[in-house]
């Protein structure tokens, strides 16, 4: 079974400065990597994701995630936040096969308020 | 916008009741997902259908739940003899066959059990 940790469950950050969030996931097999994000009132939103080949992959809004396969992590950065990324922010990992259900497992979130 | 639609956005009901939830998933989608996310968790799968076939169904779906598909379009999720701890959001998602780990999400259907 998957298991998906992110160690950071509030982040709170002046406008501008950088961001890194935590991601550690628990899976023998080839995994699919997401970064979701939740703003106030909405709904999930995909926000990146790494199948495969460059483990540096880039999103939407000027995010960016690193795959390090022998750390089992996909952390998320910005080098400059803003007040607009005020939001819950999601790691989530499924199996690599596109065989099975594709069933995403979720971190528990963290929670990043950016300060104007 | 022909995103993911789920009605309704919120639902007050007492112990004991029934509810029924329902989704619309982008119209080419051809799988469909049920989460529940309580607070300050993050979503936690229930069940999924690729078309009408529901394929998936995790632990945390008690016989209590159930869910449909009848025509591989809209799902439908009915919660019977509610309990307080069934109180959570309950999310659906949809993906296509061509991009099937690719999940987009509505907004949801907040439950209170009472």
């Known amino acids: 079974a998957q298991s998906v940790s992110q160690h950071n469950h509030h982040v709170i950050l002046s406008e501008a400065a950088s961001l890194e969030l935590g991601c550690n996931y628990s899976?023998?097999?080839?995994?699919?990597l997401f970064w979701y994000v939740q703003y106030p009132g909405q709904h999930l939103q995909l926000l990146l994701k790494y199948f495969s080949g460059d483990p540096l992959v880039k999103g939407i809004k000027g995010f960016e995630a690193e795959f390090i396969k022998s750390k089992f992590s996909f952390n998320l950065r910005k080098p400059s936040v803003q007040w607009s990324d005020t939001a819950e922010y999601f790691c989530?990992?499924?199996?690599?096969?596109?065989?099975?259900?594709?069933?995403?497992?979720f971190g528990g979130g963290t929670r990043l308020m950016v300060k104007p | 916008d022909t995103g993911v639609s789920q009605n309704p956005r919120h639902k007050i009901t007492k112990r004991g009741q029934n509810v029924t939830f329902r989704c619309d998933p982008i119209s080419e989608h051809n799988r469909l997902y049920w989460y529940r996310q309580t607070l300050g968790q993050g979503p936690e799968f229930l069940t999924y259908?690729?078309?009408?076939?529901?394929?998936?169904k995790s632990r945390l779906l008690s016989d209590r739940f159930s869910a449909e598909r009848p025509k591989g379009s809209f799902s439908t999720l009915e919660i019977q003899r509610t309990e307080q701890g069934d109180s959570a959001m309950y999310l659906c998602?949809?993906?296509?066959?061509?991009?099937?780990?690719?999940?987009?999400f509505g907004s949801g259907t907040q439950l209170s059990v009472l």
């Open positions: 259908f690729q078309n009408e076939a529901q394929l998936e």
């Open positions: 989530a990992v499924n199996a690599g096969n596109n065989n099975a259900g594709n069933m995403l497992t």
């Open positions: 998602a949809s993906s296509s066959q061509k991009k099937p780990s690719e999940l987009f």
């Open positions: 899976y023998g097999g080839t995994v699919n």
